[in-house]
């Protein structure tokens, strides 16, 4: 299914996060060693979000991203979008919880056609989702229209290391993962789509290359977890 294209692609990775949102975050935490917070803060560092300006963190999910931006923005404002409802419905949930919440609105949108104005956002952030994406060129295409000029986007992503851990890391993605995946979430299939996706996408060079296809400069990336997770900046064009 991670070769899947189009509206198939759509319609599978909707229902998918759909089905596992409510251990979606569990699952992340006990696959990362709860490395996962500290790349999410790192991609919002890259981003460099103006203390009072306003963000936009595309496929957002449970919200992990957009806390972390509105944390980093006392006086801005940080919307998150999705299309997969039952993420953004447990999101919605833990920021009640936190007075700063208040500054977050979760959208139900989808990536490659962003409901907002040309230029109507200081940065934007993407985590592990442009993998899932039917067309990843068109998603950076949006993500830039939706920028001010000069504005950043930051982009974490899963990719495959390519230091003698390769091999480790496959073993630990194709077999441990999965069983994990059914044992804690109920769900097999979810987290065999996973490092099928992960292993199917595009490498750090070529994603950096899609970013610049989209129209954004100065592409960067480097490496977090060993060599397993991508974080690339781009801007728009000033
Ligand atoms: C692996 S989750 C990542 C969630 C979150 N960014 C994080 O860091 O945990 C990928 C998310 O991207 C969303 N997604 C995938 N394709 C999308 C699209 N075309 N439009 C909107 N959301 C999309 C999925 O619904 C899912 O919630």
New binding site residues.
């Given amino acids: 299914m991670a070769q899947a294209r189009g509206e198939e692609k759509?319609r599978y990775?909707?229902t998918?996060?759909?089905r596992i949102?409510t251990r979606?975050?569990l699952m992340?935490t006990l696959m990362t060693a709860g490395l996962?917070a500290r790349w999410?803060a790192a991609?919002v560092a890259a981003a460099c979000p103006p203390a009072g300006g306003r963000a936009l963190?595309?496929?957002?999910?449970?919200?992990?991203?957009?806390w972390a931006l509105a944390t980093r923005m006392p006086h801005g404002r940080v919307v998150?979008?999705?299309?997969?409802e039952p993420?953004?419905r447990r999101g919605q949930a833990d920021l009640a919880r936190w007075a700063g919440g208040r500054r977050v609105e979760l959208v139900l949108?989808?990536?490659?056609a962003l409901p907002f104005r040309d230029g109507s956002f200081d940065c934007v952030?993407?985590?592990?989702?442009?993998?899932?994406?039917?067309d990843v060129v068109a998603?950076f295409r949006e993500m830039r229209r939706v920028l001010r000029p000069g504005g950043r986007v930051a982009c974490?992503e899963i990719t495959r290391p390519r230091s003698a851990l390769g091999p480790l890391f496959q073993w630990y993605f194709r077999c441990l993962v999965p069983l994990a995946g059914r044992l804690v979430v109920g769900d097999a299939e979810a987290y065999t789509y996973?490092p099928e996706s992960a292993y199917a996408f595009l490498d750090a060079p070529r994603l950096a290359g899609a970013m610049r296809q989209a129209g954004l400069v100065n592409v960067r990336y480097r490496f977090l977890g060993l060599g397993t997770v991508a974080l690339h900046v781009g801007a728009r064009p000033a």
Wanted: aromatic share 8%.
């Fill in positions: 759509a990775v909707r998918m996060f759909g949102a979606y975050d992340n996962d999410r991609t963190d595309v496929g957002t999910g449970t919200a992990r991203l957009a998150g979008i999705d299309f997969a993420m953004l949108a989808d990536a490659l952030t993407t985590a592990f989702t442009v993998r899932n994406v039917a998603a974490l996973l």
